[in-house]
């Protein structure tokens, strides 16, 4: 896997990153929400207090992730994906497996048919329920670690 850093401010790629996908919505053909889902179709599992969402993204497509709130595991299990995050970029082919930090939003280049799969803790019983609690609506939508979620769980 490779690294590249091309913007080390953070603040500075988070308002880069809502500009290039503002822009992305002006350009004829781009698409979101169920009608992504048509092309990217998702896999929803609950079990035991974990929901695993598995999402097939066939090759050719540049995907923008939404804000991650939550911190929680991620595997690519087939294909081969180049992230532009705010640490840079990176060259990722299967099998991988890594950790999305809270307040993490990617731009992703599919370059193989690539499996996604992401697990969340919760008790929620829906994926609409399990976005609400790990997906922020903007940057400034209040995120919370892992370390975090176990101090409030001790003082319940």
Do not use: W
């Not at 988070?14 to 992504?36: L, P, T």
């Not at 193989?112 to 939508?141: G, R, Y």
């Amino acid at each position: 896997m490779d690294e590249i850093e091309l913007i080390p401010n953070k603040a500075e790629f988070r308002v880069k990153i809502v500009e290039f996908e503002n822009s992305c919505k002006e350009i004829n053909g781009y698409i979101e929400g169920e009608e992504k889902d048509k092309f990217n179709p998702l896999k929803h599992t609950f079990v035991n207090g974990l929901y695993v969402r598995e999402i097939l993204m066939p090759a050719g497509q540049l995907i923008i992730t939404k804000i991650h709130k939550v911190e929680h595991p991620f595997f690519i299990v087939k294909g081969k994906v180049s992230i532009l995050s705010e640490n840079g970029i990176q060259h990722i082919e299967a099998p991988y497996s890594g950790i999305t930090k809270p307040g993490t939003k990617r731009i992703m280049y599919t370059h193989e048919d690539t499996i996604l799969i992401t697990v969340h803790a919760t008790d929620k019983k829906t994926p609409e329920e399990v976005e609400e609690d790990v997906i922020a609506k903007n940057f400034e939508d209040p995120v919370i670690s892992l370390e975090e979620i176990n101090l409030l769980k001790q003082t319940q």
